[in-house]
């Protein structure tokens, strides 16, 4: 299951603290001109000591690209890329070779595999999702050729919340700050409440919201290949990601349907949209030509500057201490993560949408 898509497809390989993490990307469109500095540019808001609320473990994130890229344009043939793996310390890391870190994919990894890589965390790490951002930035290329934008941002941090609803905001309001949360007085509470919390040696979590502009109506295939349904999957296999809701979400089980019905209007030129967008862009699994607008919500990571109780690999109590260099809140380097999968699944929903209609 290392694989994502069914016709614009990801295969992610690499550990944490390997030589390389990396990928192939297969159903590119050929012939398309590639924009490098795009690429790098989405690796770089994803790259761990970009800021100080970030961990400062330092990685270049250069992504060498081995295949199906010549003279700058996609050749048709498999993409295949390599980024290297430099800063690793795997000394850090020599206390969870024995002992689980609560929380984490250790106790899991080695229930399911019985050997693991235990270094970073190894393929549990997030160090993988830098994999997704390359097959995300390439996606996001084709669709914007289509008028099909990707935009995603903090939203929430621990208790901090932006005021507001789905908004429409620029990317330049959204890279203001380091929290990535366009309204810049939430953005300085959300900074206090990191730093707080780094203070207090802990952790905290968020929401990421992300709106999808220029979708046409008619793109998700129901009834198992719900648009939300691959959202909702694309998202849920984000590290640290503990909750899903497009449109009005799970405020929608306390409205009355007279409150939340979307309400169809119809310009002179018979274009077709709906007055209020509660149900986020989607409507029986399909795009129905407005934005769509999810959230998802991502925990507090679980390792902390401080000593956790837990068990070692023999069942004994122990207590752990985890020396390594980790993120207070993940949640700003995750924003250019939700964007590369839901880049990805929109292009694969709208090859199927055409390939359904051959
Ligand atoms: C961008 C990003 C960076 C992360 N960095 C860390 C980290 O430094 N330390 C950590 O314990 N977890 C980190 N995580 C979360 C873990 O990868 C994740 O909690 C772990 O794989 C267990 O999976 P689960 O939380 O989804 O169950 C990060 C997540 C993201 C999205």
């Not at 994502?4 to 398309?32: K, N, Q, W, Y």
């Not at 707080?196 to 129901?222: F, M, N, Q, R, Y």
């Amino acid at each position: 299951m290392n694989t994502f898509g069914t016709l614009f497809r990801l295969t992610d390989f690499g550990e944490s603290h390997g030589p390389a993490i990396g990928g192939v990307i297969d159903g590119m469109v050929p012939d398309f001109t590639v924009d490098m500095d795009f690429i790098r540019g989405a690796l770089g808001r994803r790259r761990p000591g970009q800021s100080r609320l970030t961990t400062q473990r330092r990685e270049a994130d250069e992504v060498r690209f081995l295949s199906g890229i010549f003279e700058g344009r996609t050749t048709g043939t498999p993409i295949a890329f390599v980024i290297e793996n430099s800063d690793q310390r795997s000394a850090d890391y020599s206390e969870v070779a024995r002992a689980f870190r609560p929380c984490h994919a250790d106790y899991t990894y080695r229930a399911k595999y019985g050997h693991r890589d235990y270094r970073g965390g190894g393929r549990a790490s997030a160090r993988e999702t830098a994999v997704r951002v390359v097959g995300g930035a390439l996606a996001q290329q084709v669709l914007a050729a289509k008028g099909i934008t990707i935009t995603a941002y903090t939203s929430a941090i621990g208790g901090v919340a932006m005021s507001g609803g789905v908004g429409d905001y620029s990317a330049d309001a959204i890279e203001a700050n380091p929290v990535r949360c366009p309204d810049a007085a939430a953005a300085a509470l959300m900074e206090q409440e990191i730093m707080a919390a780094k203070k207090a040696d802990d952790t905290l979590g968020g929401v990421i919201s992300c709106t999808i502009k220029g979708l046409p109506a008619g793109v998700g295939e129901p009834i198992f290949g719900k648009l939300q349904a691959m959202l909702a999957a694309a998202m849920m296999s984000i590290n640290a990601a503990k909750g899903f809701e497009y449109g009005d979400g799970f405020a929608a089980a306390t409205m009355r349907g007279s409150e939340s019905v979307d309400t169809f209007v119809s310009d002179s030129e018979g274009h077709v949209s709906t007055l209020t967008n509660h149900s986020g862009g989607i409507q029986g699994g399909i795009s129905n030509g407005m934005p769509v607008t999810f959230r998802v919500a991502f925990k507090p990571i679980a390792t902390m500057p401080r000593p956790l109780d837990t068990i070692d690999v023999d069942g004994k109590a122990t207590v752990i201490e985890v020396g390594g260099r980790h993120d207070c809140c993940v949640v700003p380097r995750a924003v250019p993560v939700v964007e590369a999968m839901a880049a990805m699944t929109v292009l694969d929903a709208l090859m199927l949408s055409c390939a359904t209609k051959l």
